[in-house]
């Protein structure tokens, strides 16, 4: 069974009716496969989440590869990754969906409580997308720029962007929040 198919038929049962309401089944039936096909590749429903999850993780991992292969100038890489991963989720109806129809029980997922509330072996998603983003940055000519250090500078970067997508009306443009977060963390000159 091609695992992509299914996860696009997630992606679509999610789009549709948000999270809480993605089942084995459902998957089955928008992907027109079998309930079997789909058990056969995803020994449960949390497989099947995690999959989708590595599935968005690497589509943003290539958005920021793309971007900061050609790196150069830190405050105009920042400011372009911030803007095109803001963009990226406003293109995904899945994603706007979960917001729709699951924002409150996303909040585990978000808040570091040990593993109260979240499912065991799950950590919050601002530490799963700083430990996706920072390898990419770590050995690019952005990282000497970048305050008060990598490390910290991508975890703000993550958690302004993800605020903005939690939070989706703002006042600011994805170019505001992109300079504003470029104005953060860059070092000046």
């Known amino acids: 069974m091609d695992e992509q198919r299914l996860i696009d038929g997630a992606l679509s049962v999610i789009a549709d009716t948000g999270l809480r309401n993605l089942t084995l089944a459902s998957v089955a039936t928008h992907s027109g496969v079998s309930r079997a096909s789909v058990y056969r590749t995803f020994e449960n429903r949390s497989a099947l989440i995690d999959a989708v999850v590595a599935h968005e993780l690497a589509t943003m991992e290539s958005i920021l590869s793309s971007r900061l292969r050609f790196a150069d100038d830190a405050s105009s890489t920042v400011r372009a990754v911030v803007r095109e991963v803001l963009a990226y989720f406003d293109e995904r109806p899945a994603i706007r969906a979960i917001l729709r129809h699951d924002g409150p029980d996303m909040l585990p997922f978000l808040i570091d409580q040990g593993d109260e509330g979240r499912e065991a072996g799950h950590p919050n998603l601002i530490a799963m997308v700083t430990a996706v983003v920072l390898p990419h940055v770590a050995d690019t000519p ?45 070092n000046p000159g």
Do not use: G, M
């Open 142 to 186: 952005v990282a000497p720029a970048l305050r008060p250090d990598p490390p910290r500078a991508v975890e703000h970067l993550v958690r302004v962007v993800f605020t903005h997508f939690l939070i989706p009306p703002s006042n600011c443009s994805h170019a505001d929040v992109a300079q504003l977060v470029a104005d953060a963390i860059v």
